[in-house]
Every structure is written in C-alpha cells, then in structure tokens.
C-alpha cells in the first residue's frame, strides 16, 4: 500500500511541471511587478470586480501611477492583458486575453497532475 504523499512534495511537483510549462513557447515573461500586477487583476476579477486602468493605477502597493501604467503596456505588448471599452470612453477597463485564460488552463493542469499520484 503506498503512503500519501506529503503536501510539500506535492507543492514540489506542481513547481517542477509549472516551470516545464514555462519553458515552452507561448506568452513572454513576465516580470516581478508584472506577475504582481496579473495576480492582483486576477484576484479582483475573480471576487467579480472589474478594474480600470485608473483605478488600478492608484493602488499605491502596485507602486507608482507612472510605474503601473508603464506594465501595463508592456503586459499588453507581451499579449497578457487588454483594454476594453466601457459605457465612458475616457475609461478603459482591464482584462485577460484568451492567451493568458490559457496559461492559467495550462497552470491549472499542472496542479491537477501534481495532486494525482503517479501511476506505478
């Protein structure tokens, strides 16, 4: 009878499968702040909050308006986030791009196959 195995060694395997997963060609990288800010969006979108490019400008822990503004056009030019139209059109609001719900498929694979033991 095998043991389970320990919830380290399974946060292990996800780390190992996510970096293989990385390492294939598809969006380009993203930096610290970068992954920050997509987590921050992700994390808000999630809880149904949709955010502006201002108002997600003006979370001082992202940093400074200048920086996150900055980010977030390299994130689009790296094809993780686009701006859309909202009812003002002073207002952009900011979203995933199919290519990032993707990464996040993929991501959500790997964790899958890190939890379910290994055949033997």
Same mark, same amino acid.
């Given at each position: 009878?095998?043991?389970?195995?320990?919830?380290?060694?399974?946060?292990?395997?996800?780390?190992?499968?996510?970096?293989? =997963? &990385?390492?294939?060609?598809? !969006?380009?990288?993203? *930096?610290?702040?970068?992954? /920050?800010?997509? @987590?921050?969006?992700? +994390?808000?979108?999630?809880?149904?909050?949709?955010?502006?490019?201002?108002?997600?400008?003006?979370?001082?822990?992202?940093?400074?308006?200048?920086?996150?503004?900055?980010?977030?056009?390299? =994130? &689009?030019?790296?094809?993780? !986030?686009?701006?859309? *139209?909202?009812?003002?059109? /002073?207002?952009? @609001?900011?979203?995933? +791009?199919?290519?990032?719900?993707?990464?996040?498929?993929?991501?959500?694979?790997?964790?899958?196959?890190?939890?379910?033991?290994?055949?033997?």
């Amino acid at each position: 009878m095998s043991k389970s195995p320990r919830p380290a060694d399974i946060y292990f395997r996800f780390l190992r499968l996510s970096q293989a =997963m &990385r390492d294939l060609p598809s !969006l380009a990288p993203l *930096d610290a702040l970068e992954e /920050r800010i997509l @987590s921050f969006i992700v +994390t808000r979108q999630e809880a149904g909050h949709t955010l502006g490019v201002r108002e997600l400008m003006s979370f001082e822990e992202l940093g400074s308006p200048a920086t996150v503004h900055g980010r977030l056009t390299s =994130m &689009r030019k790296k094809g993780w !986030l686009l701006l859309a *139209d909202t009812d003002d059109a /002073r207002r952009k @609001s900011v979203e995933l +791009t199919q290519a990032a719900l993707a990464h996040f498929d993929r991501l959500s694979r790997c964790l899958t196959e890190a939890v379910t033991p290994p055949s033997r």
